[in-house]
């Protein structure tokens, strides 16, 4: 008798322990035992929850990015560090303008270019001279980022600062240790200055220094500072709570984990695990099975999606006329929000410091029309949780005879990310249908289908790492919309009657005014078009191939024109086409001034990847 009820006290024991381990949450970062197996990791797995800052974050679903700055006032996308900061004077600058029409929009926090990679500051910083208090706006007085978190703060709006770690202005940038104090210094003015910062945007940038060699940064000490100083912030892209989703597109993966094998790339040990598991910020793949089996630990580190609203991050007026469309807007909501990430639309403001009028009106047709389709929910009783195993089905009744073409699902995300397989049907004549698929779910999922009648849907989530919270079920109707936007004009002049006079007999399509063909040389082979008359030319365009393979695409270059074909001039222009990798766009390039010019030579210096190739989609000639 004693045995057994030694034997029963040791089996509660053990069942309590166990259950207690099924009850537990790993918060952002779970290591696997090293002898583990695959259906442990993946239990584990299952586990993994966000942090508090990090489930805010997500629910905010719509973040504005504001490109403001130097690059503004001079129509550059990545300034060279050594512009006047005169430059720097909009004449009507309406910090309130902004917040008050994202507000409307839907937005929920803003995102500030503090200091972008030219090392312009939009703030008065001690640091260094290159910022508004040498600008001639508000009398050498003014702060852009005390004025937009003043209009923040009123309009009951979260705040962000994008800080620059690439600074083309500080003669410290390549000296480490010098720049990285200087870097902390920016960094704790910003974040001690300010009230409270919601979120710390750091891209990757890291050009050379005026020494001729790379930073080196010290990103262990910046998060130990902005957990210091703002430890509500989440930290974004090089930081370690929010990842870049790996395009500037606007499109996140149709797979989307928040709970990846990706580590933060501001870890030491990001490049060694990378290289192991085959890994990379733009991989399809971040967080399967059999990624899970090579993995040594996991990590809650969710998407957070970039695109501007325009072809370029800063405002140019010459794309005024350029602003996304509705449809287009709408096709990046459903691929960003509706794919378990944050969107982050860039809106730059204008050189009088205003948001432009063209891009408010889409903006509140957007969200018009965004509004519209999620004010009537079709499904009776959507927010209830199911606890749904493997192979689990609901059934959810819909208003009678409902018209619907949009399904959302989403989970409770306090409890982890477990969905990985589902699929949902409609009920039609009698029969049940099936109507679309996926995948991941996450946060919130939207899928898109045909539209249908039915008063009921069917969901059956047909795998799962354990019993998946699945918190809400909507559908909806989104009127379907036709993208009418005009394809980008890349010449004015009529190229029917250039001729290339390359040797390669391919190099036609470079300029057959088809973006579609392209051409590919395998070292770095200028381009050179005989116009056939002579022009007065104010610019040029080049068009990298669109698509995945970036392979071949300039970065740095030179242009020339001639008259004769013989004696050549080096046009005024910055020599590079700033951000192509990341947003591979048609580039519109514009002369200080005119040139007349018979003959073209667009001569590539340096590919992407440094690789001795050269691809061109379409190359064009601006005359205004």
Request: charged share 25%.
């Amino acid at each position: 008798m004693r045995n057994l009820l030694i034997a029963a006290v040791l089996l509660c024991f053990f069942m309590g322990v166990h259950s207690r381990q099924k009850d537990q949450y790993y918060v952002k970062q779970v290591k696997f035992p090293s002898k583990a197996t695959l259906d442990q990791k993946v239990e584990m797995a299952s586990r993994l929850v966000p942090t508090t800052q990090q489930l805010a974050w997500q629910r905010m679903e719509l973040t504005a990015f504001l490109h403001f700055g130097i690059n503004t006032f001079t129509g550059r996308e990545w300034g060279n560090g050594n512009e006047d900061p005169a430059l720097f004077n909009p004449s009507e600058l309406n910090a309130e303008q902004w917040v008050r029409m994202l507000k409307d929009a839907g937005f929920n926090m803003v995102i500030l270019t503090a200091k972008h990679h030219d090392g312009f500051c939009l703030w008065p910083t001690k640091t260094t001279k290159h910022s508004v208090a040498s600008s001639p706006w508000r009398g050498g007085k003014g702060d852009v980022v005390k004025e937009l978190k003043q209009a923040c703060v009123k309009y009951g709006m979260k705040f962000g600062v994008y800080l620059s770690p690439w600074d083309r202005n500080a003669s410290c940038y390549g000296d480490s240790p010098a720049y990285n104090r200087y870097f902390i210094e920016q960094l704790t003015e910003l974040l001690t200055n300010y009230g409270t910062i919601n979120e710390v945007w750091f891209d990757g940038a890291n050009g050379e220094g005026p020494n001729g060699k790379k930073q080196i940064y010290d990103w262990d000490t910046t998060l130990k500072t902005i957990h210091r100083l703002q430890p509500n912030a989440v930290t974004a892209i090089m930081g370690d709570d929010v990842r870049w989703v790996g395009n500037e597109r606007g499109f996140g993966r149709e797979t989307e984990w928040s709970s990846t094998a990706l580590t933060p790339p501001s870890y030491e040990r990001a490049k060694e695990t990378y290289s192991r598991l085959g890994l990379s910020q733009t991989a399809k793949d971040i967080g399967s099975r059999s990624l899970i089996e090579k993995a040594g630990e996991m990590f809650w580190y969710p998407s957070e999606v970039d695109v501007s609203i325009r072809p370029g991050w800063f405002y140019h007026s010459d794309q005024d006329d350029k602003v996304k469309s509705l449809a287009n807007l709408t096709d990046i909501y459903f691929k960003s929000v509706g794919y378990n990430s944050v969107l982050l639309l860039n809106i730059p403001p204008d050189r009088r410091g205003l948001i432009n009028e063209n891009d408010v009106a889409r903006l509140k047709e957007w969200s018009t029309y965004l509004n519209r389709t999620f004010a009537d929910n079709k499904v009776l009783v959507g927010k209830k949780l199911w606890k749904a195993p493997k192979a689990s089905t609901k059934v959810y009744m819909l208003k009678k005879n409902s018209q619907i073409n949009v399904l959302m699902i989403q989970e409770d995300i306090s409890k982890g990310q477990r969905v990985e397989d589902f699929c949902v049907e409609a009920r039609e004549n009698g029969a049940w249908k099936e109507i679309a698929k996926g995948t991941t779910v996450g946060y919130k999922r939207f899928l898109r289908f045909p539209t249908i009648h039915t008063d009921r849907l069917r969901i059956t989530i047909v795998e799962t790492r354990g019993v998946a919270n699945v918190i809400n079920v909507g559908a909806f109707y989104a009127e379907p919309l036709s993208d009418e936007a005009a394809s980008l004009k890349l010449s004015n002049i009529p190229t029917a009657d250039w001729k290339v006079l390359n040797m390669d007999s391919k190099a036609g399509k470079a300029i057959d005014a088809n973006p579609a063909t392209f051409w590919r040389s395998e070292t770095l082979t200028p381009l050179v078009v005989d116009m056939g008359k002579v022009t007065d030319i104010a610019g040029f365009t080049y068009a990298p191939v669109a698509g995945e393979d970036k392979m071949g695409t300039i970065y740095k270059y030179n242009f020339y024109v001639s008259t004769d074909g013989e004696i050549w001039t080096k046009c005024e222009c910055s020599g590079e086409f700033s951000n192509i990798m990341y947003n591979p766009i048609p580039q519109f390039v514009r002369f200080g001034k005119k040139y007349p010019a018979r003959y073209f030579k667009l001569e590539p210096l340096t590919e992407i990847n440094s690789k001795s190739i050269v691809t061109i989609a379409e190359c064009g000639i601006l005359t205004k």
